[in-house]
């Protein structure tokens, strides 16, 4: 079993797209808020998160608790109409604040019915309320759109975002791409349970995350809905469309599950999905319930997109998936999905997790022991990628999918199971899954709970494995 993920070869060259300023707002409101200048400072959202490898992912200023996604897409013009009903509190005096679009083009905005001024700059698509909201109120935002949705491409060169596909379209969003298709509090900091009425042409299905409250056909549109409940960060959202082979049920746990598979990969699926419940019962088993309601998969024919996401309840795979490649989107359920990173520095928490789950996995059902993965990694020479830098600083968002997050991240928690033993390192594992449930974990509150689960003092430990370039020495 290889312990690396399957990779898009990076493009260097490609770099975020940048549309041009779009001068949306009137002449008069323009130069008002130009005016607005100084006085206006402190009331307004931030154009970012904070994040320093994605500065204008997300916004301050407020959380989105629940987004509202009215989707109609036409399979062959690959147009979007889209609604998006966010339902946020402020947590500053906003005159002013920021959502993240790519592309598309916004008709109208509300902010609690009244219509409000919006521009657009670049991904930020800034909006005027008519009055400013109140520190810590509620407010409702409603986003009229269309378009054709691109996917951007991450600095890694991978497509991200609403991808087409020759029968629909492959929608993935991590780091970056859930601005493709709707507008967002795009980063994982901002956590919110969301509602899709997606209508496709019949025939074809729509498939988010959640549960599915129903479709109906009519005038030869199918329109299909899904809710999901539980804190979702946008980069895991999903509207996936195309020709699939639905397969549903309810796992003795009483996980619904529901499965929609490309016809052309289903016979090399079938044999894989049907695992995913003894899957999700062993991850239970070792990390803790599991944390959400509903389950499955989405097998799509898009090969050439390279990778698989841990989309929230059902993750997306571009093709029919291996055993491991299942077991290490399951285990993002846990780890990422469920307790979230706060910056992408701290991917490793999603991808070390994940990959040491299918060392694990591979460890109990009869293939090779932890220990003999790690030796042969780290037999790999000083100059191999793998000690390219330390996955707990990988220095931009260019490398926050690579082997070092990957291995060497899955690597270290090996080295915390030799130093602390296997059942306190399942301690460790079932605590960080349960105290962060729903939430967010960073890299020090992990180093914390471990040295506290165990009583060992650990700090070198990740000090060596976790921050120090180059190939560590061996304990
Ligand atoms: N989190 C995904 C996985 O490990 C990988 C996503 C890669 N995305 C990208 N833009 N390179 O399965
Ligand atoms: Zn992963």
């Known amino acids: 079993m290889t312990p690396v993920r399957r990779q898009p070869a990076p493009a260097r060259s490609a770099v975020l797209r940048r549309e041009a300023v779009l001068a949306t707002v009137p002449v008069a409101v323009a130069a008002l808020l130009a005016a607005a200048g100084p ?3 402190g009331t307004t959202g931030a154009s970012g998160a904070g994040d320093p490898y994605f500065p204008l992912s997300g916004n301050g200023g407020y959380h989105v608790g629940h987004y509202d996604l009215t989707l109609r897409y036409d399979t062959a013009t690959r147009h979007l109409d889209g609604k998006a009903v966010l339902t946020a509190r402020a947590t500053q005096r906003l005159t002013r604040f920021d959502l993240d679009l790519h592309g598309l083009k916004v008709t109208s905005v509300t902010v609690d019915r009244a219509a409000a001024a919006f521009r657009r700059d670049g991904q930020e698509l800034v909006v005027t309320p008519r009055h400013a909201v109140r520190a810590g109120r509620a407010f409702r935002v409603t986003v009229a759109y269309h378009g054709t949705p691109k996917p951007v491409t991450d600095p890694d060169g991978s497509p991200d975002g609403w991808i087409p596909t020759d029968d629909g379209a492959f929608v993935a969003g991590e780091p970056q791409g859930a601005m493709t298709w709707f507008p967002a509090n795009n980063h994982p900091r901002d956590k919110s349970s969301y509602d899709f009425t997606i209508t496709v042409p019949e025939g074809r299905a729509a498939v988010a995350n ?11 549109r199918t329109t299909f809905r899904w809710r999901e409940t539980r804190p979702m960060a946008a980069y895991l959202a999903t509207a996936t469309i195309g020709r699939f082979k639905v397969e549903r049920y309810t ?12 016809p052309r990969e289903a016979r090399a699926a079938a044999p894989v999905l049907k695992k995913l419940p003894s899957v999700l019962a062993w991850e239970s088993r070792l990390f803790g319930p599991y944390p959400f309601r509903a389950a499955g998969a989405i097998v799509d024919h898009a090969p050439d997109i390279g990778y698989a996401l841990e989309t929230q309840t059902r993750p997306l795979y571009d093709s029919a998936p291996d055993i491991g490649t299942l077991v290490h989107e399951s285990a993002h359920q846990w780890f990422g999905d469920s307790v979230s990173p706060t910056v992408w520095k701290d991917i490793w928490l999603n991808e070390g997790f994940a990959t040491y789950a299918e060392w694990l996995y591979a460890e109990q059902h009869g293939g090779d022991s932890a220990q003999k993965t790690f030796d042969a990694l780290y037999a790999r020479p000083a100059g191999d990628e793998l000690w390219a830098y330390p996955p707990a600083d990988p220095g931009s968002g260019e490398n926050i999918f690579g082997t070092p997050v990957y291995a060497r991240g899955a690597m ?7 130093a602390v033993g296997d059942r306190d390192f399942v301690r460790i594992l079932r605590a960080w899954a349960t105290g962060h449930r729903g939430g967010h974990g960073t890299t020090a509150q992990f180093v914390r709970l471990a040295e506290q689960t165990s009583g060992k003092p650990l700090h070198g430990l990740f000090h060596t494995w976790l921050y120090t370039k180059g190939k560590p020495d061996k304990a």
Not at 210 to 220: D, E, K, M, N, Y
């Open 251 to 262: 796992t003795p746990d009483g996980i619904q599950v529901y499965n929609a598979v490309d």
């Open 210 to 220: 959640g549960v599915p409250l129903g479709q109906r056909t009519a005038h030869g």
């Open 39 to 41: 006085a206006a400072a």
């Open 412 to 418: 270290t928690l090996h080295q915390l199971r030799r």
